[in-house]
């Protein structure tokens, strides 16, 4: 019995590199067939270009950028010209009136952009800044810092601990400063700073504060269970 074998065409494609005469910073990889005509290659490139077909020109360049011919002929297929794998397209734009001519595609300072005066913003209907005023409240400097210093006071309240330490620190500053153990592990340490050990308790439950910062007196223990809702 005869076999046959199905024969597949070779891949006869090659892979170009695109580059524009008005756009310096553009440059594109395409994979082509050698059998494609220049005027489906002008097409293809129109789309990625924006250069029309009928005020495009195509150049061979090999590697180094050197011309190696004008693709001047439309019903040609690539594979006359004799491409090779790495050589450039080069597109020239002849229309002086082109999307790409100009510069502007590429550097945007060149466009004229819309301004509105803030007479106009004001009048809109619903803007972000009428949003942000509506959504932060007008407080006050001062009445900010009253906020967060009764907040402070209020958080401060909450923390209970024993007073493990008493005196100068001169490795944290001049003055007395007292050593706490809090109830719960709201510290940073274990009673030593900077390689000074100034009391002991356990991990995370250790601070050394300012004598102002502490309020002493005889304080129930803290019930875990007080801000849960009743069962």
């Known amino acids: 019995m005869a076999s046959s074998k199905l024969q597949l065409p070779a891949d006869d494609s090659v892979l170009l590199l695109v580059t524009h005469s008005n756009l310096s910073t553009f440059a594109a ?3 082509v067939s ?7 290659l002008k097409d293809k490139l129109w789309r990625k270009t924006g250069t029309a077909v009928a005020s495009m020109r195509l150049q061979l360049r090999d590697d180094t950028g050197a011309k190696i011919a004008d693709l001047d002929d439309d019903a040609a297929p690539l594979a006359a010209y004799a491409p090779y794998n790495g050589y450039r397209i080069h597109v020239v734009d002849l229309d002086p009136s082109s999307l790409t001519s100009g510069g502007w ?10 301004k509105m005066s803030d007479e106009a913003y004001d009048k809109l209907d619903t803007n972000f800044r009428k949003f942000k005023e509506k959504m932060v409240p007008k407080n006050s400097p001062s009445e900010d810092k009253e906020q967060s210093e009764k907040h402070m006071e209020e958080l401060c309240s909450k923390i209970k ?9 001169e490795a944290l500053g001049r003055g007395f400063w007292v050593g706490v153990q809090y109830d719960e592990p709201l510290g940073k340490h274990d009673g030593m700073v900077k390689g ?8 995370g439950h250790g601070a050394i504060v ?9 304080f129930p223990e803290r019930d875990p269970f007080e801000d849960d809702d009743e069962i």
Do not use: N
Not at 105 to 114: G, H, N, Q
Not at 196 to 203: D, G, K, T, V, Y
């Open 29 to 31: 990889d395409i994979r």
């Open 34 to 40: 050698q059998q494609t005509t220049v005027e489906a």
């Open 105 to 114: 595609l590429e550097d945007t300072s060149l466009v004229d952009k819309y």
């Open 161 to 169: 601990g024993t007073v493990k330490f008493v005196g100068r620190a």
């Open 196 to 203: 000074i050990r100034f009391f002991e308790c356990p991990q």
């Open 210 to 218: 300012r004598p102002e910062k502490v309020k002493v007196g005889d």
